[in-house]
């Protein structure tokens, strides 16, 4: 068998990345201004950025039918047995739903995970896909793994403004208006479905404590049993500069020596919610 392993531009892989690993990559429409562009593809992070912050009409969507069985039709045109197609969790998009009503018309061609992580826990289970592929094992058995699987990863994530909260429904505009007069940070956690509050922290100093201390804890309790030498670390953020990205990496490292940390940007489809300057910290275990 030859299997295909498919994701989309959530889990931080880049079309160049995604070639280089043998991945496919489904770019995630953004909508501005009721102008369709599609992330990595003819819309990148300064722009994304620039339209946010200048207060045009910023929001995302799910690939459409047409272009997602397009994709699938060209891959397995490719000599592909079979895909296996990690979409964003299914707790904060359409995406899998939709996705997996449509993989029915492949005859068990075509199967989609509902995998529960977005960003780097999401780069993770893709990560673990092509491992498994190497292995000789079908999509149909690296669904059934990955899903398995899905729970055990946690992301953390500290929101520089209220502004895209409010916008988004998720805050209510008085509790933003007390937010950001006091200086309050919202931290969030995504463990399965739902993007949910976790803290709320005054100051981005003490949110960057926390987001460790979330982590630490994961790692004492959630993570405690089982082979720790598959358990990762990694940062993500939406940082409008490398430098500080770097920074943020570079601190969680220090405070976690025995792990290699990594750094990825935040999807379109996080950062719409979190504007900015956001950071995140992720721990999750590998196959």
């Given at each position: 068998?030859?299997?295909?392993?498919?994701?989309?531009?959530?889990?931080?892989?880049?079309?160049?990345?995604?070639?280089?690993?043998?991945?496919?990559?489904?770019?995630?429409?953004?909508?501005?201004?009721?102008?369709?562009?599609?992330?990595?593809?003819?819309?990148?992070?300064?722009?994304?950025?620039?339209?946010?912050?200048?207060?045009?009409?910023?929001?995302?969507?799910?690939?459409?039918?047409?272009?997602?069985?397009?994709?699938?039709?060209?891959?397995?045109?490719?000599?592909?047995?079979?895909?296996?197609?990690?979409?964003?969790?299914?707790?904060?998009?359409?995406?899998?739903?939709?996705?997996?009503?449509?993989?029915?018309?492949?005859?068990?061609?075509?199967?989609?995970?509902?995998?529960?992580?977005?960003?780097?826990?999401?780069?993770?289970?893709v990560m673990d896909a092509v491992k498994l592929v190497s292995e000789g094992r079908t999509a149909g058995e690296?669904?059934?793994?990955?899903?398995?699987?899905?729970?055990?990863?946690?992301?953390?994530?500290?929101?520089?403004?209220?502004?895209?909260?409010?916008?988004?429904?998720?805050?209510?505009?008085?509790?933003?208006?007390?937010?950001?007069?006091?200086?309050?940070?919202?931290?969030?956690?995504?463990?399965?479905?739902?993007?949910?509050?976790?803290?709320?922290?005054?100051?981005?100093?003490?949110?960057?404590?926390?987001?460790?201390?979330?982590?630490?804890?994961?790692?004492?309790?959630?993570?405690?049993?089982?082979?720790?030498?598959?358990?990762?670390?990694?940062?993500?953020?939406?940082?409008?500069?490398?430098?500080?990205?770097?920074?943020?990496?570079?601190?969680?490292?220090?405070?976690?020596?025995?792990?290699?940390?990594?750094?990825?940007?935040?999807?379109?489809?996080?950062?719409?919610?979190?504007?900015?300057?956001?950071?995140?910290?992720?721990?999750?275990r590998m196959f």
């Amino acid at each position: 068998m030859k299997t295909a392993v498919m994701t989309d531009s959530n889990s931080g892989i880049t079309a160049a990345e995604g070639k280089e690993l043998g991945v496919f990559i489904v770019p995630m429409p953004v909508i501005i201004d009721g102008v369709t562009y599609f992330e990595g593809k003819n819309l990148l992070q300064p722009d994304f950025f620039e339209s946010l912050m200048s207060g045009k009409d910023v929001s995302t969507s799910q690939p459409s039918p047409g272009d997602l069985m397009e994709l699938w039709n060209r891959v397995l045109a490719l000599g592909y047995d079979d895909i296996v197609y990690i979409p964003m969790s299914s707790g904060l998009s359409n995406s899998y739903a939709s996705a997996a009503v449509l993989a029915e018309e492949y005859d068990h061609r075509v199967h989609v995970v509902d995998n529960h992580r977005i960003s780097i826990p999401q780069l993770a289970s893709v990560m673990d896909a092509v491992k498994l592929v190497s292995e000789g094992r079908t999509a149909g058995e690296i669904k059934e793994l990955l899903e398995k699987a899905a729970l055990e990863a946690s992301i953390y994530i500290a929101v520089d403004t209220l502004e895209f909260l409010k916008k988004g429904g998720r805050v209510t505009p008085a509790a933003a208006a007390i937010g950001s007069v006091l200086g309050i940070k919202p931290l969030l956690s995504i463990q399965g479905d739902k993007l949910d509050a976790y803290a709320k922290v005054r100051g981005m100093k003490r949110c960057r404590r926390r987001l460790i201390e979330a982590v630490e804890k994961d790692l004492n309790e959630r993570f405690s049993e089982g082979d720790m030498s598959k358990v990762r670390i990694a940062t993500a953020g939406s940082f409008r500069n490398p430098e500080l990205a770097e920074d943020w990496r570079q601190e969680v490292a220090r405070a976690f020596p025995d792990y290699e940390v990594v750094y990825r940007d935040l999807g379109c489809s996080i950062e719409s919610h979190t504007g900015p300057e956001a950071m995140a910290a992720g721990v999750f275990r590998m196959f």
